[in-house]
């Protein structure tokens, strides 16, 4: 079995400051992903790439970058927090094609 | 490009009854994988079981789905629903790089 973690778990950030967010999978997937999920709602994909150094564009993009150096990492950054994005961040995997997707446990995002 | 649609976006039951939540999708693949994730309160989603056969019933825990390609459905499915099945539950489509999810429906089991 693999794992994924994410770091931090939680995560307070000021109005207009950029944070990153982090995520490593030991599972050796190709595909990575970030997701945002805000409460009680659904998955929104934000970027995801399917090999090192890949970067594809979700429906959620818009204010964020993202960085995938290794096959294993792949980084979140919020260009400039706003409040109205607080919400938990997961970062997930999957072997590229017709498997299992893999979840970390998240990181909470709070804005103030 | 792949979708995945998941009409009901709250389903509410009675412990006991059956449950029928919806899945259909639109993919450019012939054969696509699908899948129906459960995510529990605080907790992150986990697969809770998937098929790429062509009119073959899947199981896990009580739980099941068949892959209808000719009405590109795959509905979740279970004889009686109970109290820890409160959760939120995703369809989900994966045919080529990447996984599609839908947009999730929450179930509500009441005593």
């Known amino acids: 079995g693999g794992i994924i973690t994410q770091t931090p778990k939680f995560l307070i950030g000021q109005e207009g400051q950029k944070l990153t967010l982090k995520c490593q999978q030991n599972?050796?997937?190709?595909?990575m992903y970030w997701y945002r999920q805000d409460s009680g709602k659904g998955l929104r994909l934000i970027y995801y790439?399917?090999?090192?150094?890949?970067?594809q564009k979700g429906d959620l993009s818009e204010g964020y970058d993202a960085s995938r150096e290794k096959k294993s990492s792949f980084s979140l950054t919020v260009t400039s927090a706003q409040k109205n994005e607080m919400a938990v961040f997961l970062c997930?995997?999957?072997?590229?094609?017709?498997?299992?997707?893999?979840f970390g446990k998240g990181t909470r995002l709070t804005v103030v | 490009g792949d979708s995945v649609t998941q009409t009901e976006g709250l389903v509410t039951l009675t412990e006991g009854l059956p449950v029928m939540l919806n899945c259909t999708y639109q993919?450019?693949?012939?054969?696509?994988?699908l899948f129906w994730y459960v995510q529990h309160l605080n907790e992150s989603p986990r697969l809770l079981l998937k098929?790429?056969?062509?009119?073959k019933r899947t199981e896990h825990q009580g739980f099941h789905a068949t892959l209808h390609k000719s009405s590109s459905s795959f509905h979740l499915q279970k004889s009686s629903a109970q109290l820890s099945d409160s959760a939120l539950y995703y369809c989900?489509?994966?045919?080529?790089?990447?996984?599609?999810f839908g947009s999730g429906t929450r179930l509500l089991v009441s005593p």
């Open positions: 993919t450019i693949y012939s054969n696509p994988f």
């Open positions: 790439s399917i090999t090192e150094n890949d970067l």
């Open positions: 989900a489509l994966s045919g080529g790089y990447k996984v599609v």
């Open positions: 098929s790429f056969t062509d009119n």
């Open positions: 997930a995997s999957s072997r590229t094609g017709d498997t299992e997707v893999f």
């Open positions: 599972f050796n997937h190709d595909t």
